[in-house]
């Protein structure tokens, strides 16, 4: 019995970055990711997420009939199991905190790469926010929660300001059970080079096992 693939909605209005998105995702992530549609516009996505049966939206924050923020408002309204990933060229703060609180599972820039975002849809599943580490940062730093939720904050975002590009890749592989041949493989590397890159991250993260890094991960539900 094949299992089953996460159905991806595309909603974004510009029709080239939607259908290069589409194409990428269906040649790399064809395995387990299903792209079922673009919409145009925040309005199309609503209606498409409740007749799809969407498991993953990728919606931008900037179009025409309906923004994405209002339709991440309207949708989990509608069905709170489907997890919105904002995927935008904005990165206002006041941006990135109304999708959150909005019930977004998480906001990147769109100059993340292919690969980091196919993890980032994967690592949805797991309930791990995805947050682009610029954005994190820029959250804690602009106190957009008050002083005895901000050391909780900075404790849960720390490891994005201290680990590497490629160090974050194999973070969020770990982070949902990826073994080292999974990694190596998803990542195109070498068994030894995934171990000195966990090492690392072991090292950075102050951790001893796969454990404890799953329950830092969880600290940014």
């Not at 145009?40 to 993953?56: K, S, T």
């Not at 931008?60 to 904002?86: E, F, H």
């Not at 991250?201 to 404890?212: A, C, D, P, T």
Request: aromatic residues 4%; proline residues 1%; charged residues 25%.
């Amino acid at each position: 019995m094949e299992d089953k693939k996460t159905r991806v909605l595309l909603a974004e209005d510009q029709a080239l970055f939607a259908q290069s998105l589409q194409v990428f995702l269906s040649n790399y992530a064809k395995d387990d990711i299903e792209v079922i549609g673009i919409a145009a516009n925040g309005q199309i996505a609503v209606e498409m997420c409740r007749e799809l049966c969407a498991d993953v939206i990728l919606m931008d924050v900037r179009m025409p009939v309906m923004d994405g923020i209002q339709a991440v408002r309207t949708i989990k309204a509608q069905n709170s199991t489907v997890k919105i990933l904002m995927l935008s060229t904005y990165h206002e703060e006041e941006l990135v905190r109304e999708a959150l609180l909005a019930g977004a599972a998480g906001y990147l820039l769109k100059d993340i790469s292919p690969t980091e975002l196919i993890i980032s849809i994967r690592a949805l599943n797991s309930g791990i926010m995805q947050i682009s580490p610029e954005i994190a940062k820029s959250l804690v730093q602009k106190k957009y929660v008050d002083e005895g939720e901000k050391e909780q904050n900075e404790e849960a975002f720390k490891w994005l300001n201290t680990l590497t590009k490629r160090e974050r890749e194999i973070f969020a592989l770990l982070a949902t059970g990826a073994d080292n041949d999974q990694i190596a493989e998803k990542l195109n590397l070498s068994l030894q080079t995934v171990r000195n890159h966990i090492s690392t991250i072991y090292s950075k993260l102050e951790v001893k096992n796969r454990f404890e890094i799953i329950r830092l991960a969880n600290k940014l539900k």
